[in-house]
């Protein structure tokens, strides 16, 4: 894409006006990608794993058959993450820098490719402000910290944009191919995530020549039909979303946050109003930004498919948008922006941190039952608490026999394995004197009455005849309900 009054031309024509455009200096994206990966490193092994962290150790350090077993009846649309943690765990273990290394590095690369988009499309100081910005993103640390896939999303949805501006500027079928093949990747990381490519299809579709249109459309095709499988697989795991409902507006909210940097993005994005110099870089970023979270929750009215970190992988883009809006300014006004934007952000920066950053504190939750539980003590997982939750942290969870378990997660090629019927339950429960209900709650604040009813409703309804349940313990550990009963001799 190179600019002639502030319109993007085929790159043909251009070569006929003058030479194409300079490469982009290594420092320009070199320098954000070092900060940011810096940033990410900056206490990443403080915050306890969480339930998708300890699904992603489940899964990963299973051998490859069972690993591809398993994706076909669960969780495909994480398949490629799961593939590529394997030997990451079977060379460094399953401790939280090994684990959130990669997504650390992901984070750096996609904060590098949005500084290089930048400084094409607009100027290098854009570029670096827009690095900048996307680094100091509460929700850029909360994924670049974390053992899931969606940092590794974001760079390859930075990676794939950045090939398509060098794929139209040069109009080479080489570049269309690399594109091509990156967006195949991309949906194979995440499948909501394709959905860039209709935000790169509304971006050329406006702005490019025939030409290009058609080396796109090829492109896309190619990358669609390489994705097909994966979607045809995945939907037929409907089970993996179940517990997702519509959107409403407090998810929009939550979408306008994430996305904005906690809303501090939001001031310089309106700087580009009426900006000269910038139309290339606002035909990339505003469908990029827009597009994919309108389609996603447009679709999850009526097939709730929404989870806001679906939707991360726009993040980038709003980065760029209010990189190039602060670029506007004068140097002094973009060094007093870029202090007020990262004096707003830091109190999250550093909740994402804290010990119980990632919404579930499973290393607690270890601690209390270390101290709490004796050998022997039975156990039972209830809704919301998996047995993959005692993965991460298993020498409290050693000590207690689970006694519901039907087939492994192995054997079952699930997640958190097969539990028994109640009936058998009841009957294995006979001889275990004291039994640890293990709940997950779906929220972070205290457990309400209904919670603890459902709970107590659930040990009644286990209990061996002729004997009732006494609760002699209960804690909570951010949205995890640990319940201690004691069997007693029915009256």
């Not at 979607?231 to 959107?247: D, V």
């Not at 539990?419 to 709940?439: G, I, K, Q, Y």
């Amino acid at each position: 894409m190179v600019v002639k009054n502030d319109e993007l031309v085929d790159p043909v024509v251009a070569a006929e006006r003058g030479p194409a455009p300079t490469r982009t200096p290594y420092w320009t994206w070199l320098s954000p990608g070092g900060l940011a990966l810096a940033v990410l490193l900056t206490g990443l092994g403080t915050p306890s794993l969480w339930r998708d962290e300890a699904a992603t150790i489940s899964v990963a350090r299973r051998p490859l058959p069972d690993i591809l077993r398993l994706l076909g009846n669960i969780d495909a649309v994480h398949g490629l993450y799961y593939l590529l943690m394997h030997p990451v765990i079977a060379v460094f273990g399953t401790n939280e820098w090994a684990l959130r290394l990669p997504s650390a590095l992901a984070g750096a690369v996609a904060v590098g490719g949005v500084a290089a988009i930048g400084a094409r499309l607009c100027s290098a100081r854009a570029g670096v402000l827009a690095g900048l910005l996307c680094t100091v993103a509460p929700m850029f640390s909360r994924v670049g910290q974390d053992a899931r896939s969606y940092a590794l999303v974001m760079a390859l949805a930075v990676l794939a944009s950045l090939l398509l501006v060098q794929a139209t500027q040069t109009g080479s079928a080489r570049w269309f191919v690399a594109y091509s093949a990156m967006m195949a990747l991309l949906g194979a990381a995440h499948l909501v995530a394709a959905l860039l490519l209709a935000a790169h299809g509304a971006t050329l579709l406006v702005h490019a020549r025939r030409a290009v249109l058609a080396r796109w459309l090829a492109s896309a095709g190619a990358a669609g039909a390489a994705t097909a499988p994966l979607a045809a697989l995945a939907s037929t795991q409907q089970s993996a979303i179940g517990w997702m409902s519509s959107p409403g507006l407090a998810e929009l909210g939550e979408v306008v946050s994430a996305l904005t940097g906690s809303f501090t993005l939001i001031v310089p994005i309106v700087l580009l109003v009426r900006s000269r110099g910038t139309a290339p870089l606002v035909a990339l970023a505003l469908p990029w930004l827009l597009l994919p979270p309108v389609v996603l929750l447009t679709v999850s009215l009526a097939h709730p498919l929404y989870n806001v970190r679906y939707l991360l992988f726009c993040l980038p883009a709003a980065a760029l948008l209010a990189g190039a809006g602060l670029a506007r300014l004068h140097l002094r006004l973009q060094a007093v922006a870029l202090v007020a934007v990262v004096a707003v952000v830091v109190p999250p920066q550093l909740a994402v941190r804290n010990p119980r950053g990632h919404l579930d504190d499973l290393r607690t939750t270890e601690r209390v039952l270390s101290a709490l539980s004796r050998p022997g003590d039975a156990v039972v997982f209830l809704e919301g608490f998996g047995r993959s939750m005692s993965m991460p942290y298993p020498t409290g969870f050693s000590r207690l026999r689970d006694v519901g378990l039907a087939r492994s997660p192995s054997a079952s090629a699930t997640i958190d394995g097969v539990s028994v019927p109640d009936s058998e339950l009841r009957h294995r429960l006979r001889t275990a004197p004291r039994v640890w209900l293990l709940t997950g709650l779906g929220h972070k604040g205290p457990a309400s009455p209904e919670d603890e009813r459902k709970v107590a409703a659930r040990a009644e309804a286990l209990r061996p005849d002729g004997s009732t349940y006494a609760l002699v313990e209960r804690r909570q550990v951010r949205r995890l309900l640990l319940s201690l009963y004691e069997r007693r001799p029915g009256r």
